[in-house]
């Protein structure tokens, strides 16, 4: 059983940074691709951005060029930095790593206020 800890999240005005972190437990497999998801009130989760195994990474459009996501140091740690913060980005973030199935994380509240 992999377990996420995500941390980094909370209320930022419009225009300003917020950076996410999840760490995932100890794996006896590789992790194929780790990243995030989000969730705003009355929409359905969408993915925002990851990150595979060899580096590659993927962003949704709406988060091009505000949003980074890059691997730490430390094995299966995963960081979004998110700059240029827009009200519309306000939801609850899901780390999520890809195993054999998908692991998710507890979520982590982001606000940006107008």
């Known amino acids: 059983q992999v377990q996420l800890v995500e941390s980094g999240g909370g209320l930022v005005q419009a225009g300003g940074s917020l950076r996410l972190s999840c760490a995932a437990s100890k794996s006896s497999f590789s992790i194929n691709d780790m990243g995030w998801y989000r969730q705003a009130p009355g929409k359905q989760r969408e993915l925002v951005a990851l990150?595979?195994?060899?580096?590659?990474?993927n962003y949704a459009d709406s988060v091009k060029g505000r949003f980074t996501i890059s691997k730490g140091n430390a094995k299966n740690t995963v960081y979004l930095q998110m700059n240029s913060l827009e009200p519309e980005d306000t939801a609850v973030y899901y780390c999520y790593a890809r195993i054999f199935r998908t692991y998710w994380g507890q979520g982590t509240q982001v606000t940006v206020s107008s």
């Open positions: 990150i595979t195994s060899d580096g590659s990474t």
